[in-house]
């Protein structure tokens, strides 16, 4: 698969403008995945151009690139994949997306999700759901399915994608590329839009290791527009040191967990103690509660984020309506998802006066007995390991009519979302069906650079 | 149902509500797990990095972005200003 590096040869040797043209044939050639919304052309062919007169530079110039259609980026409608924000132009572009810009990169389009990111299968999109890039009768996984694929089918060498419980890391491990969920506050998420802002991330989806820290110190750092962003410490460690203390999360691989996934963790785990590091298996207690605490924190901040949809002052508005109360509920059954309206009205009840305690503020102590014990772990321990998810690409369909089932699959990528870790999904073999397994690395806060380093270093081996 | 229907702003079809309301019951079933939890004495956590009220200067940003590109984003408006059905 093409690097970024690869890429930036290309263009020197021919145009940013080939390059650029041969990036959307390669997305209309592929349309069958349903992996973009939209092909941004005009403005990417435009930015071509500008590049290949010199007029714009930077470390990516040139480069093609997808945003995740919850990104406010310029070129064409921000849906979030949803009726309610199908025809909106934003006004501005992400912090993100700015970034990137103004290393030279190019945005060719926006990527396929579930409608506002409520999902784990991109079945949720409004516009239908995306395809697995090895498989077509299976799920891209969720919510940056889109990201994920059009990444795995070589299209671009990355794409952005935000992170809530697992949003990069899974469809990543469904779609064998490489996804980087950081640390809470490590990249601004102004202009992306909210989920549930005290785990939202946005993270990036690559071919490779060494592309993803590129893009990352890119996109890193604080942001006078998101508040929750943290002054800039990221910085590429360009070596390992051996004897790294890993411990392996049993919790993480119990039964219920595919034997072929499992298989590969162990595997990752021999390759860590070939390449002299220390690893033993560690009990994280709390993680089994993590899922619980997650749908009922997640869609109390869910239904705050979505409350801003009333159909005034942008997006869908009812057709037809005579009074505010009725222009407000026909809005949002319009132009929300059945996911949608079951986060949102899970979050009015946990909210709600006589609920409260016992559910929203109970969830959010026991959030704070999971953070504890990952930084007990963390006293003895460099970075944890473990699956992504419990299996790999399921069948398209197979899930959608038990919302449990499909919330299970979060189950080992929401325990560090609840605690801000930075957690990467590296893709590592495949299982008897010739689908994907991605290995998931763990770290304190702020220790992104240590575990992209280190996957870099298994990467070679 | 219906009331928290009505709380959260969604006029649903009965065919949703019968779908929504199993779902709500069986999720909100797994989510009871939690209290087996003994988490007396225990704070909440509400924001992971340890931010508190992060405040700014109270002054205007100029983002580039025109009160007319803003109001054009509503379905409809009337003399620059955003038109909404009748309140009272």
């Not at chain 1, 909106?88 to 926006?110: H, S, Y």
């Not at chain 1, 801000?420 to 073999?429: C, Q, Y």
Request: negative net charge; hydrophobic residues 40%.
């Amino acid at each position: 698969m093409a690097t970024i590096l690869d890429i930036k040869n290309a263009i020197s040797n021919s145009s940013a403008r080939s390059v650029v043209e041969s990036a959307i044939e390669s997305a209309n050639d592929n349309l069958e995945y349903h992996a973009l919304l939209s092909v941004t052309a005009e403005r990417a062919l435009q930015r071509a151009d500008q590049v290949d007169v010199g007029k714009i530079t930077g470390k990516l110039a040139g480069v093609p690139f997808v945003v995740k259609d919850n990104f406010l980026a310029f070129g064409a409608p921000t849906t979030a994949a949803s009726k309610m924000l199908e025809n909106f132009n934003a006004p501005l572009q992400a912090t993100a997306v700015e970034k990137l810009e103004a290393e030279g990169a190019i945005c060719i389009g926006k990527a396929n999700l579930d409608a506002f990111a409520n999902g784990g299968s991109t079945e949720n999109s409004a516009f239908g759901p995306t395809k697995n890039a090895f498989d077509k009768s299976r799920v891209a996984g969720g919510s940056s399915g889109g990201s994920a694929v059009i990444t795995a089918l070589n299209v671009v060498p990355f794409a952005l994608g935000s992170d809530t419980g697992g949003s990069i890391r899974q469809p990543a491990s469904f779609n064998g590329v490489v996804g980087v969920k950081p640390t809470y506050g490590m990249v601004s998420r102004y202009g992306v839009v909210a989920m549930a802002s005290s785990t939202d991330t946005i993270g990036v989806l690559t071919t490779n290791i060494e592309d993803a820290e590129l893009v990352m110190s890119i996109m890193s750092g604080c942001d006078k527009s998101d508040m929750t962003t943290l002054p800039d410490y990221f910085e590429i460690s360009t070596e390992i040191k051996p004897n790294q203390r890993v411990g392996l999360i049993k919790d993480f691989m119990s039964d219920d967990v595919d034997l072929d996934v499992r298989n590969q963790v162990n595997k990752y785990a021999d390759k860590l103690r070939g390449a002299g590091h220390i690893v033993e298996e560690v009990s994280l207690p709390m993680a089994k509660y993590a899922l619980a605490m997650y749908y009922i924190i997640v869609p109390a901040e869910i239904c705050s984020n979505l409350s801003r949809y009333d159909g005034i002052r942008y997006g869908h508005r009812a057709e037809g309506v005579n009074t505010l109360a009725e222009l407000y509920g026909r809005t949002r059954d319009e132009g929300f998802v059945t996911e949608n309206k079951r986060r949102i009205m899970i979050g009015s009840y946990v909210l709600s006066s006589g609920f409260f305690d016992a559910y929203y503020l109970k969830a959010q102590k026991a959030r704070t007995l999971l953070i504890n014990e990952f930084n007990k772990l963390f006293e003895t321990y460099d970075v944890l390991i473990g699956p992504v998810a419990p299996t790999t690409a399921f069948k398209l369909g197979e899930n959608t009519a038990d919302p449990i089932k499909m919330y299970l699959n979060d189950i080992m990528t929401v325990p560090t979302s609840l605690a801000g870790l930075p957690a990467i999904s590296v893709p590592f073999g495949r299982d008897k069906s010739s689908l994907p397994i991605g290995v998931q690395l763990i770290g304190p806060m702020k220790s992104d650079a240590l575990l992209l380093s280190l996957a870099k270093s298994m990467e070679v081996l | 149902m219906l009331h928290l229907a009505q709380l959260s702003k969604l006029e649903l079809s009965d065919n949703e509500i019968n779908g929504l309301q199993t779902d709500i019951g069986n999720i909100l079933g797994y989510v009871e797990q939690l209290a087996e939890l003994n988490t007396d004495g225990v704070d909440p956590t509400y924001q992971v990095t340890g931010l508190k009220n992060v405040w700014r200067d109270d002054e205007v940003i100029d983002y580039g972005i025109t009160r007319e590109t803003l109001i054009n984003l509503s379905t409809e408006s009337l003399d620059g200003s955003v038109k909404v059905p009748k309140v009272l």
